[in-house]
T-cell receptor, first 111, second 112 residues
Framework: AQSVTQLGSHVSVSEGALVLLRCNYS??????LFWYVQYPNQGLQLLLK??????LVKGINGFEAEFKKSETSFHLTKPSAHMSDAAEYFC?????????FGTGTRLQVFP | NAGVTQTPKFQVLKTGQSMTLQCAQD?????MYWYRQDPGMGLRLIYY???????DKGEVPNGYNVSRLNKREFSLRLESAAPSQTSVYFC???????????FGSGTQLSVL
């Protein structure tokens, strides 16, 4: 069954540093993959979505993710962290028409 | 532009009590979902409705029931609440099942 694994429940970076949030998927066929973000006391918002059209997917707020079939990965990156990026990030995959989430990674950004 | 509206925002129940969480969307979406969010476990799908008139179990359906009242509304019912159901509940909707989900702001439920 398709699922995703997020490595690292907490990631801390300094403002201006590279953000790298890791997600690996398990799937026998090319999956639909997503990154969602949850700001404090809010619901989730879609950051970006991979649908096999392009391996590098650009999302909102300067985030992007690269689909690497050889590594079964879909890591989320941002070149320069901003204080407003502090949130919880979820990788997700479609499995039998249902969106299944990973366990989340909380990003802290220090000044 | 309301999007997905959930009520109530907070609720405290005693073990064994029942309640219904309400969800409505104004985007003419076909699919609706109920998730629960627990620390360290991410979001887990309880039930979903791919289209009006259909409902299906998700990953953790035990102890819950749902009703797709019409295209706009999708309610979640706890018939006999248990402390294990203490969680934050999110309703979401999408145009079709593999499209972008829009989430409500959540219901924080405590069962004592």
């Amino acid at each position: 069954a398709q699922s995703v694994t997020q490595l690292g429940s907490h990631v801390s970076v300094s403002e201006g540093a590279l953000v790298l949030l890791r997600c690996n998927y398990s799937s026998s066929v090319p999956p639909y993959l997503f990154w969602y973000v949850q700001y404090p006391n809010q619901g989730l918002q879609l950051l970006l979505k991979y649908t096999s059209a392009a391996t590098l997917v650009k999302g909102i707020n300067g985030f992007e993710a690269e689909f690497k079939k050889s590594e079964t990965s879909f890591h989320l990156t941002k070149p320069s962290a901003h204080m407003s990026d502090a949130a919880e990030y979820f990788c997700a995959v479609i499995r039998t028409d249902k969106l299944i989430f990973g366990t989340g990674t909380r990003l802290q950004v220090f000044p | 532009n309301a999007g997905v509206t959930q009520t109530p925002k907070f609720q405290v129940l005693k073990t064994g009590q029942s309640m219904t969480l309400q969800c409505a969307q104004d985007m003419n979406h076909n699919s609706m979902y109920w998730y629960r969010q627990d620390p360290g476990m991410g979001l887990r799908l309880i039930y979903y409705s791919a289209s009006e008139g259909t409902t299906d179990k998700g990953e953790v359906p035990n102890g819950y029931n749902v009703s797709r009242l019409n295209k706009r509304e999708f309610s979640l019912r706890l018939e006999s609440a248990a402390p294990s159901q203490t969680s934050v509940y999110f309703c979401a909707s999408s145009r079709v099942t593999n499209e972008k989900l829009f989430f409500g702001s959540g219901t924080q439920l405590s069962v004592l």
